[in-house]
C-alpha cells in the first residue's frame, strides 16, 4: 500500500487525541506535534504508538507545516484533535493506496460538524471540503492565522465520506473561540494592512446570516442551524469591528 503518516498539532486536548489518534490507526505512522500541553496529552499519544515532538507555537500554518516536515512518507493525512476519521473514508483511503500511482496530488474532503449533540447538515457548515489528505511535495499549509488551509500544485481529487467534526465542548468554549479568532482575524488584517469601511461593518455580518440561513439553507438544522448563522454573523462582526477600533489614527 502507499505509505501514509497521518499528522497533528495539539495543546491541553487530554480528553479527546486518543479518540483522533484511533481513527487514523491503518496510517503507517502517526507525528504528533505538542506546543506546550499541561495535561497528559504527550503521554495518552505515546501510549497509542506516536511519534512526538514537542515545539513553541509559531502559528496555525508555520505549526502544521512543521508537522508535514516531520513525516517519513511524502502522503500525509492532517487531522485535529477534534477530529476522527469515519469507518467510510477510511475505507475509501485504503481503497486509494491500495490502487495505482495517483494522478492526484491531493484529496478534498468533506467534514461533518456536530454542534450541541447534532451533526450539521446544512448552512456554512457544510459539507466544509477541505484538503487533507495530499503528497507533500506538492503541498503547503498557507492562509492567514487562524483560517489555515492546504494549497496544492496539481490536481485535486474528491473523496466522499466525511471527517467527523466536533470542536465545541460547550457553549461557552465556542464563544470563547470566536473572541479569540476574532482576534486573530483581526491582528492578521491589520498586518497586512486592511482597514474597516462602514460599509464591512455593516453589512458582512448580514450578507453571511443571509448566505448561512438562506443561500445555504442552515434553517433546515432548526435552532441549532439558526444559533450557528447568528453566531457566525458576531464573529464576522467582532472582527470587523476591531478592525476599525484598532487601526492606526
Known amino acids: 500500500m502507499l505509505p ?3 499528522v497533528l498539532i495539539v495543546r491541553d486536548e487530554a480528553d479527546r487525541v486518543e ?3 484511533r481513527s487514523v490507526s491503518f496510517a503507517d505512522a502517526v507525528v504528533v506535534l505538542d506546543s506546550g500541553s499541561e495535561d497528559d496529552t504527550v503521554e495518552r499519544c505515546l501510549a497509542l ?3 512526538v515532538l514537542e515545539t513553541d507555537w509559531p502559528g496555525y500554518v508555520a505549526q502544521k507545516n512543521r508537522a508535514i516536515d516531520a513525516a517519513g512518507t511524502d502522503w500525509v493525512l492532517c487531522i485535529d484533535a477534534d477530529e476522527q476519521i469515519s469507518a467510510e473514508l477510511a475505507a475509501e483511503i485504503a481503497e486509494f493506496r491500495r490502487g495505482p500511482a495517483p494522478e ?3 484529496f478534498r474532503v468533506p467534514r461533518l460538524t456536530t454542534w450541541q449533540g447534532a451533526p450539521i ?3 456554512c457548515w457544510w459539507p466544509d ?7 507533500r511535495r506538492f503541498g503547503r499549509w498557507s492562509g492567514e492565522d487562524p483560517h ?3 494549497v496544492i500544485d496539481g490536481p485535486i481529487e474528491e473523496l466522499t465520506a466525511p471527517i467527523l467534526h466536533d470542536p465545541y465542548r460547550d457553549l461557552t468554549e465556542h464563544l470563547v473561540t470566536i473572541a479569540r479568532y476574532a482576534e486573530l482575524s483581526a491582528g492578521e488584517a491589520l498586518a497586512r494592512g486592511r482597514r474597516a469601511r462602514r460599509l464591512d461593518l455593516l453589512v458582512r455580518p448580514f450578507a453571511h446570516l443571509a448566505k448561512a440561513l438562506l443561500l445555504r439553507s442552515g ?5 441549532r442551524g439558526v444559533a450557528i448563522a447568528f453566531l457566525g454573523a458576531a464573529s464576522v462582526a467582532l472582527k470587523w469591528a476591531l478592525i476599525a477600533l484598532r487601526a492606526p489614527r
Open 4 to 6: 501514509l503518516t497521518a
Open 121 to 123: 447538515r446544512h448552512g
Open 49 to 51: 504508538g506516536a511519534q
Open 219 to 223: 434553517w433546515r438544522d432548526g435552532p
Open 104 to 106: 492526484a496530488r491531493g
Open 129 to 135: 471540503a477541505r484538503v487533507r489528505l495530499f503528497d
Open 19 to 21: 479518540a483522533a489518534l
Open 148 to 150: 489555515d488551509r492546504v
